[in-house]
Nanobody
Framework: QVQLVESGGGLVQPGGSLRLSCAAS????????MDWYRQAPGKQRDLVAT???????YYVDSVKGRFTISRDSAKNTMYLQMNGLKPEDTAVYYC?????????WGQGTQVTVSS
């Protein structure tokens, strides 16, 4: 079992920045990749960024150049640095952790970009 806890969401003005954190605990040794997803009201949950245990990263086009995914293995924590935030980035952001047979999800953290 893996437990994930997100934090760092909030209200920010357009152009502002936030850093989300996802702290993992439990059987973290078998995680091979972690992702950030987001879900806006009335929309499906979409992938935002991925980081593997080897450090490879992937970003959807809409956040490239603005968001940076990273991880601190010693702290079992993944981060999403979000710069240049836009109103369309408003959503609940979820982290997940992938193992061979199961994927775990956090509870989500709200990000609202508004003036």
């Amino acid at each position: 079992q893996v437990q994930l806890v997100e934090s760092g969401g909030g209200l920010v003005q357009p152009g502002g920045s936030l850093r989300l954190s996802c702290a993992a605990s439990g059987s973290t040794f078998s995680i091979y990749a972690m992702d950030w997803y987001r879900q806006a009201p009335g929309k499906q949950r979409d992938l935002v960024a991925t980081i593997t245990t080897s450090g490879n990263t992937y970003y959807v086009d809409s956040v490239k150049g603005r968001f940076t995914i990273s991880r601190d293995s010693a702290k079992n924590t993944m981060y999403l640095q979000m710069n240049g935030l836009k109103p369309e980035d408003t959503a609940v952001y979820y982290c997940n952790a992938r193992q061979a047979l199961q994927t775990y999800w956090g509870q989500g953290t709200q990000v609202t970009v508004s003036s």
